[in-house]
């Protein structure tokens, strides 16, 4: 980079300072290949992605406006440490596939240390184990959401790969246009209830009234569910759909996640059959933006949460395992359309108006009858290719949000049906009841 430049983030960005995305791509590496000599191309992926994506880069900073910005200098490069774990000090990729990337395994191994005083936009580590190699990536949130670390994840895997090949580095121009994702000047015409009516997620309390109860205790497995396994979950929810005219493989799975959590909740605690149960899930705005006031390479947080529900937990396991598992799917897929890119401006002028007393806080208690479920459905084993035999086996996510929570990971089958690992994670309680689940494990194979 010529010159050092401060990089202003939307307010909406600023909303994700204080949280870090931790992600672990794990490679396997042919016994043919020498991982060092892809070592200086994944180097120079690194390095390239970076100077088409030079904020992440930059440290995280408030201005003299308030506003947060990713400042720069012109020395300023991504800080990337180079791991190598001898015989010993690290299980071989082979023991470490062979339990399916545990959600047990400690990835911090594989993570870079967060520097102290200092809030980088991103930070790499990569890792060099027995038969294969780890990328670790700390994001943090402000800098972008899943779809922005994705983008960057993939270019970096693109630019080794066309590196490694002799071919011509790709192209990359973010759109960092935040007009969308700031705060709109104050509109007398807009009321509270116009801002949380696109909102649904949200409720302002007061201050005084918000606890934060400590986390009950949880344990996580990776199930796997192949694609005819979800072409048969779709086909047999599509008979019954309920307000909506289709669903997706996407509100199949989560409606099964939804009520098979549910599910085991009240096997251990029946006292809450009545209760509500929410399914909350975020929804990215760049596809839903018919007025084009930002595009799908906007680089940023352009997600907001909404909910499906709530239902009383015993309404969403009726007998009928066809007809309920697609009244929840259709009530997933009806909660999609409440977000789009209006959302944001309401969010951000709702924030402006807020009383020093009051506070925006969730609809949604994770620790007990509510699901909060993340997708990165996208994911291709071909996106994260970098080429000479070094391929992708499988992604993992470090401590994910305490309670109730799921995540799709990518797609990293190579010919046949594909296939999805899929995070779960429930209070320890509730794990076990999950696990021998019937409905649950029809569809989705326990890996770890």
């Given amino acids: 980079m010529s010159e050092g430049k401060s990089y202003e983030l939307s307010d909406i960005d600023k909303m994700g300072f204080t949280k870090s995305v931790k ?77 399916s990337f545990s959600p047990r395994l400690d990835l911090t191994k594989f993570l870079p240390k967060e520097p102290e005083g200092k809030q980088p936009a991103c930070i790499i580590q990569i890792s060099l184990i027995e038969g294969g190699l780890t990328v670790g990536l700390r994001f943090n949130h402000a800098a972008g959401d899943w779809t922005s670390l994705d983008t960057c994840l993939a270019l970096i895997c693109q630019s080794t ?11 990359y121009t973010p759109d960092l246009n935040r007009t969308a994702f700031n705060t709109p000047a104050p509109d007398p015409a807009i009321t509270r209830q116009d801002q949380l009516a696109k909102l649904p997620f949200f409720s302002v309390i007061e201050k005084t009234q918000f606890q934060l109860n400590p986390p009950p205790p949880c344990q996580a497995s990776i199930y796997r569910i192949s694609e005819p396994a979800i072409q048969q979950l779709k086909t047999q929810c599509t008979h019954y759909l309920d307000g909506v005219d289709y669903i997706t493989s996407y509100d199949c799975i989560s409606a099964l996640i939804w009520r098979a959590i549910t599910r085991a909740r009240l096997q251990v605690h029946p006292e809450k059959s009545t209760a509500p149960t929410r399914f909350v899930h975020p929804i990215d705005a760049r596809t839903r933006d ?5 595009s799908p390479q906007y680089f ?36 999609i359309p409440t977000i789009d890119v209006s959302s944001f401006a309401a969010m951000t002028g709702l924030m402006a108006s807020l009383a020093p007393t009051e506070t925006v806080a969730p609809k949604a208690d994770f620790a007990e009858m509510d699901v909060f479920m993340n997708t990165w459905y996208s994911g291709t084993a071909e996106k994260y290719d970098i080429g000479a ?60």
């Fill in 300 to 335: 940023g947080n352009a997600v907001l949460a909404t909910l499906a529900g709530p239902l009383p937990a015993h309404a969403l396991l009726a007998d009928d395992e066809a007809c309920s598992l697609a009244t929840a799917a259709s009530r997933i897929r009806q909660s």
């Fill in 290 to 294: 018919p007025e084009h006031q930002t």
């Fill in 389 to 448: 035999g070094v391929v992708p086996a499988a992604v993992r996510v470090h401590a994910a949000m305490p309670g109730a929570c799921a995540s799709i990971l990518p797609n990293f089958s190579r010919g046949g049906p594909r296939f999805f690992d899929v995070y779960v994670q429930t209070p320890v309680d509730v794990h076990e009841a999950l696990g021998r689940d019937g409905e649950f494990l029809k569809y989705f194979e326990y890996l770890a």
């Fill in 23 to 99: 992600i672990v791509m794990f490679y396997k590496v042919e016994d043919t290949v020498d991982p060092e000599k892809v070592l200086p191309s994944l180097l120079e992926g690194v390095r390239h992605a970076i100077r088409r994506l030079p904020f992440l880069a930059g440290d995280l900073q408030f201005n003299e406006a308030g506003k947060l910005c990713s400042v720069t200098t012109p020395e300023s490069q991504v800080d990337l440490k180079v791991q190598r774990y001898d015989f010993g000090q690290c299980e071989p990729f082979s023991v470490l596939a062979s339990s």
């Fill in 161 to 171: 790969r066309a590196h490694l090949e002799g071919q011509e580095m790709p192209t």
